[in-house]
């Protein structure tokens, strides 16, 4: 049976591994789209010896971020179970029982972290400066007739005042504690500053980051503090920039935490190092100069049980490995070995061992386990096994293209099902957000890709410049010059896979989403070799985009100040081409996308109907920038029936029409198994 989009529900995706301290289970997160709007997530435990891993919590909230106590015999988690859709932190004994909530909390818990003796629980929550005064922050039973409310009017003041789909309104983050023996929450920092990545060091010090240098909205400058839970008093340990400063500390007051520097093009496009300080000396050195990649985004360096390695995700040519670090950096990074490795997308140590979560080709997400010193790892769930026997999967082919300077590009195709190479069949390319990231041959892209492969395309994706994975001078490449050598490289690429037999040159289409969005919309700016396009979630207006998104830092980082340089922010944006535009595109934006805010899709479109480009406009309401990733199920099956509708109208190989050339429109303008043709 061929993969289709409403599949989406049929898939499970793991995530936030966690091993627990004699590294015999491993809890994790299991997400299963649950009807049109939600989401079922769960804990589910599973042997470290092997064997079906099983549903640890009930089906009555989301739960997320397992916590095993220091003695192994409790589970804390973060769960919206209860009177309303707040997260709260509960607590599960391992050997059975009943969840109990553990903290009645205004502004919701998050990132929880246990003491090394087991007395507290760490976390951090974002209330207004009225909530902390009402002690609400603690326990709202203190004043239970409080609801939260959206301002009216709203009065803005600060430079990042929404983010991750809503908006800030006053509210800050800081440090809480809750205690087990009293069964109380205490706030540990105040004021007007964010703290955030609460991690313990020994029993009475419990680390964090801290923006506080100049306008924190401002910068990317981290520092991270020490902070001693008796005595409230605050040490500066270090300061760090980027868009994720995240760490972990030892014992012995050493931190290990990620760090780029802030120069042009950005940190978002520099190398991502590791280094590590003594928080008691002072003394710091980095402990990857001698690796040519950047640590993985999102991945924290994580201590082993000894603290006498480091251990990091760390992209490369394709495929997402774990390595060791030396923190006394006297030893080279060191590859785990870890069989057929291809995207592994989070990790947990413990006990000389590592649970991680990968996605590869046959399967999209599963839980790993293996020892610190490499080997064949131990499968430790089959979440769609029974999914998967039943539909055909398709495997993708490496290739490499060479661009006009000799730059070599890694990339990938997938044929369809029942795929006959004497035939031909039209060819979707598909280009990756970012900039700064790398495509693999699975992780999140894993069920669009099939689909599109199952539809009767030929689906092409690949790691252009601006990609990290390469080395530093292949992601810097494109610093303040998108639309070049990313450019290029996908023209590039794509004169190398249609150069085999079974593409059909005449039946191209391309598509991507935040950066690939941009670059779909670039694309068909300058070229008309496609016959049909979708743009997703991007950056069609420098300006306005440098006006509103929440991460403007990288505009002015790449392409200086719009006032100083508005010819370049021009000359950048794709509505610049808008009149050069042949290919029909389709348009689709999140209403709640404050990474990259709606006006951008909403200034391409009038530009493409003003120029009489065969167009038409998608606008998810309540979803964020995440929505192929993480948004409402209905959404996602809705955004994917749509491309997929849209290109078949323009292919030669699918007997419908143009959604242009019907009675379709962006109202009631639904695809049906039956109007695909399927």
Known sequence: MRIKARDYCKISQASEPALSPEAKQVAFVTRTPGGEQKYQSTIHLASASGGESRRFTQELGADSSPCWSPSGDELAFVSTRGDDETP???????????????????????SPTWSPDGRYVAFTQKTTLEEREKGIDLDRESDTEYEREDPDPRVISRLIYREHGSYIDGERQHLYL???????????????SDFANPDWGDTETLYATVQRTGDPDDNLVHDIVAIDVETGEETTVTQTTGWDPSFSATSDGRVAYRYSEDEQPGPSMRLTEVRVVDAETGEEHTV?????????????????????????????????????????????????????????????????????????????????LTSTDGGEPTRLSRLNEGYLLGVDVQMPEEIWATSEDGTDVQGWVLTPPDFDESKTYPAVLEIHGGPSIMWTTSGTMWHEFQVLAAAGYVVAWCNPRGSTGYGEDHTLAIGGDWGGPDYRDLMAFTDEFVERSYVDGSNLFVTGGSFGGFMTSWIVGHTDRFSGAATQRGVYDQIAQFGATDTYHSNEKQLGLPWEEPMKYWESSPVAYADQVETPTLIIHSEEDYRVPVHNADTLFRFYRKNGVETRYVRYPREGHELSRAGEPGHVIDRLERILRWFNGYSDYHEVDPVVKTDETSEDWMPTTERQGE
């Open 88 to 110: 709260q932190l509960w607590l599960l004994p391992v050997d059975g029982g009943e969840a109990t909530r553990l903290t009645n909390v205004v502004g919701g818990v998050v």
């Open 178 to 192: 809750y205690d087990t023996e009293t069964g109380g929450v205490e706030r540990v920092t105040d004021g007007e």
């Open 288 to 368: 990857t100069e001698s690796l040519p990649r950047r640590v993985y985004r999102g991945c924290t360096p994580t201590w082993d049980d000894g603290e006498e390695s480091i251990y990091v995700l760390v992209p490369d040519e394709g495929v997402v490995e774990l390595y060791e670090l030396d923190p006394e950096n006297r030893a080279e990074p060191v590859p785990i070995d870890t069989g057929n490795t291809e995207h592994i997308e989070a990790m947990s140590v413990s006990n000389s061992h590592i649970a991680f979560v990968q996605s590869t080709s046959s399967a999209p997400s599963d839980v790993f």
